[in-house]
Every structure is written in structure tokens, then in C-alpha cells.
């Protein structure tokens, strides 16, 4: 019962935000007479890029999100349809990402490929052709403002890690002498220019790094945490499909439940703060310096 009340409850709120998604900022603050202002922050829901298709069904990749030779992708109404157009041996790897990313190059058109190619995901074709680089290679790209590059390194950096502890290793050696403070200042940069992205991507990164194995040691919770925390972040972000992988995941499982119930409160509350602020001129207290002053310990 508490399960099929919580799923009710999200799917409830998805669909509220479909119906609202002309306007949202609008509809939030309609009956909030002392919202005066329309001055953009920080917190201003991102606006994702859109991508049209020409007439031979390809999509154009827009330049700060290209690998080599990868200026143009296909589209297809659907994944299997999709799928179909490469060559039989490339189509074991591209299987094996999108269940490894719960179903991310799921589709019902070919606007939502097109509109995928315009925001950084990694698409079929740089599945194929991020194998002919190096780490170095997608690291200078990735420093000149490549999100897709950045996510790919993300990934094979952390398939690094997780196949040395299966291995036998650990997280601390994997990290010690010099090679180690390589991989930290590395991976520290990648981190970074990961957060910075726009792209609704990096919700499916988190998920799949999550599901990787990099966090069975500390229990099917935290696993779970992480992946439906990512798949709600990839649909705040603004790919709405994300809302069906995340309830694919969940099933019937009440943990879970409880879980992504928690994770659509807080992504709730975000909603309504970005909302607010975007019409008031605002700024949340923790931004440019304006946190609470003194010790972040409080006195018991």
C-alpha cells in the first residue's frame, strides 16, 4: 500500500510539472502578490539547447560537444529502429551503455535524439569513436569546454578504479604514491568540470557510476540512493524520460520507494526556490559568500 501511495504521489507531481512546463516560474508565483521583481540568478531553471533534423534523418552535434569525426549523428523514432542503422558489431557496445545508463537512449522520435545531440550526451557514434582516444585526448577537450568528453573520462576513470578493487585492490592504494596524486588532481578536474555542465547527462553518469560496483561495499541503500538521486537530477535538469527509467528502477521495491519519495521532496523544494528567485531578484543565503557566519559546528 505505502508503495503504490508514493508512486502515485510522484507520478502525480511529474505530470503536474508536464502541465505546467509552458510557465512554471509563472505558475509558481501567481498567488504570491509580494513577488515583484523578474531579475535571472544563479538559480534560474536551466534552459537546455534544442536541435532540428535535416532531411536525410542526421542531427548536427554542435561544435562544443564533438569528438573526432563526429559532427553529425543518426536518429530513429525509436531505440530499436536506432540501433538498427549501425553495424552489427557496434551494436553489442551501444546496447550494453544504454542499459548500463537504465534505458538513456530509450526514445519516441527523433526531436528527442536530435534534442540528446544538441546537450551533450554521449551519442552511439562517440561510443565508437571515444575508443580510438586517450585519456589525455578527452582531457583536452574536456578543458576546452567539452561536456561529453568530460563524462566519457568520468566514466573510464571510474571503471578504472572499480576493476582495480575487483581485483583486490582498494581505494587507498589506487590512490597512493605518484601515480595516485595523478589520478586525484586528475579526477579532481574532471569533478569539477562535470558539475559545471548544464547537460541533464551527468544525472545519468551518477546513476550508472552508482550501479558500477564503486559503492557495493557500503550496501544496496547507498547504491540505491545515488542511482535514483541521479535519474531525478537528469529530469530536474530537463529530460523529462528520466521520470520513467527512475520508476523502472523503483518497481515495487518500498524501499525504494521511500527513497525516490524523499529524492522528488528535495528536487521539489529546489523547484520552488529557483522559481521564487528567479522572479524576485533573489539569492539564496549560502550563495557569494552571504552563508552563516562563524563555525560550521553548532554548540550543543
Given at each position: 500500500m505505502l508503495s503504490t501511495l508514493l508512486a502515485v504521489t510522484y507520478l502525480w507531481r511529474y505530470l503536474e510539472r508536464k502541465r505546467e512546463a509552458a510557465s512554471p516560474v509563472d505558475q509558481v508565483v501567481a498567488n504570491h502578490a509580494s513577488v515583484k521583481h523578474d531579475q535571472s540568478t544563479s538559480l534560474t531553471p536551466v534552459v537546455v539547447s534544442r536541435s532540428t533534423i535535416s532531411a536525410d534523418g542526421m542531427a548536427t552535434v554542435p561544435v562544443q560537444f564533438q569528438l573526432a569525426n563526429v559532427g553529425r549523428v543518426r536518429t530513429a523514432p525509436s531505440f530499436q529502429e536506432w540501433l538498427a542503422q549501425f553495424p552489427s558489431d557496434q551494436q553489442a557496445r551501444i546496447s550494453a551503455f544504454n542499459k548500463a545508463?537504465?534505458?538513456?537512449?530509450?526514445?519516441?522520435?527523433?526531436?528527442?535524439?536530435?534534442?540528446?545531440?544538441?546537450?551533450?550526451y554521449p551519442m552511439p557514434e562517440d561510443i565508437v569513436a571515444a575508443e580510438r582516444l586517450t585519456d589525455r585526448d578527452l582531457l583536452k577537450l574536456a578543458n576546452q569546454g567539452n561536456d561529453k568528453a568530460a563524462f566519457l573520462l568520468a566514466e573510464r576513470q571510474n571503471k578504472n578504479l572499480v576493476d582495480f578493487v575487483a581485483e583486490g585492490g582498494d581505494s587507498w592504494s589506487y590512490y597512493d604514491g605518484m601515480e595516485g596524486r595523478s589520478r586525484i588532481n586528475e579526477g579532481m578536474t574532471i569533478d569539477r568540470l562535470v558539475k559545471q555542465s548544464n547537460s541533464p547527462y551527468k544525472g545519468y553518469l551518477q546513476a550508472s557510476e552508482a550501479n558500477s560496483g564503486l559503492y557495493a561495499r557500503q550496501g544496496q541503500n547507498v547504491v540505491d540512493v545515488r542511482v535514483i538521486s541521479g535519474l531525478v537530477w537528469a529530469e530536474q535538469l530537463g529530460d523529462t524520460r528520466a521520470s520513467q527509467f527512475v520508476m523502472d528502477f523503483v518497481g515495487g521495491d518500498p524501499q525504494r520507494m521511500i527513497i525516490l519519495e524523499t529524492a522528488s521532496v528535495v528536487s521539489s523544494n529546489a523547484v520552488v526556490d529557483r522559481a521564487y528567485m528567479a522572479h524576485s531578484g533573489g539569492q539564496r543565503p549560502g550563495a557569494a559568500g552571504r552563508g552563516v557566519p562563524g563555525s560550521s559546528a553548532p554548540v550543543y
Open positions: 545508463h537504465f534505458g538513456v537512449y530509450r526514445v519516441n522520435s527523433r526531436e528527442q535524439v536530435a534534442w540528446m545531440a544538441a546537450n551533450g
